[in-house]
C-alpha cells in the first residue's frame, strides 16, 4: 500500500482563502487568468508558495471569466493550444520572478471534464503546456499525455460526489460535500487509488475541511508530499 500522497487545491481564484489553504496543501493550482485570477494574484500565490514550500500548477481553463471557466465552449485546436501557452507562459514567468517554476498542469472546470472524452481539446491542452507532468482523471488528456511520456498523476476528490467514475455535476442535488468528517472519510477512501486529493477552496469552512483531511491522513500513516 502506499504511502505518499499529495493535497492539491484550486487557488488565486479570488473565492479563496489562499493562504489559509497553502498552509495545509502540498501543490497549488494557480488560476491563470482565463477563468479567474490576476497578475498580482498569482504573484501574491507564488510568494506565499515559495515560503510554505508548495509546488506550483499551471490551472488552466477556457477564456470565460463571466462562467468561471464552467461552461464548455468549441475552441479550435490551434486557439485552445495558444491560449493554454500563453497561460502557463505568464505563470512561468511570474513563478520564476518569485523564485519557483510551473511544475505541471491540471485544466479547470469545463476544459478538465471536456478532455476527458474531446481527443483534439486534450491534444491542444498538451500542445500547449510543453513537456508539463500532467494532474487529472483518467481519460483522454492522461491517455494521451502517457502515450507521449509525460508524467501523469491521478488525483480524487474527497469533497465531491461521485456519479460511477465522473464527479455528480455541480448543479445536482448532493454534488459539493459539507460534512468534515464525510470529506476526511472519503479521503482515506480515495487516497489509495490515487497519487494526489484536490480540495476545493469556494466551499464554507474549506480550510478547516483540508486541515481535518491532512490530520486524518496523517494519523492513518500516510505522507503528505508534493508529485512533482
Known sequence: MPTVIDLNADLGEEVTDDTGLLAVVSSANVACGYHAGSTAIMRAVCAEAVRRGVVVGAQVSYADRPNFGRVALDVAFEVLREQVADQVGVLAQIAAAEGTAVSYVKAHGALYHRTRDDAEQAAAVLAGSGSLPVLGMPGELLRQADAAGRDTWLEG???????????????????????????????????????????????????????????????????????A
Open 157 to 227: 476528490f474527497p469533497d465531491r460526489a461521485y456519479d460511477g467514475d465522473r464527479l455528480r455535476p455541480r448543479d445536482r442535488p448532493g454534488a459539493v460535500l459539507t460534512d468534515g468528517a464525510a470529506i476526511a472519510a472519503n479521503a482515506l477512501a480515495l487516497a489509495p487509488t490515487v497519487r494526489s486529493l484536490c480540495l476545493h477552496g469556494d466551499t464554507p469552512g474549506a480550510v478547516g475541511h483540508a486541515h481535518r483531511v491532512r490530520e486524518a491522513l496523517e494519523t492513518a500513516g500516510w505522507t503528505v508530499t508534493a508529485c
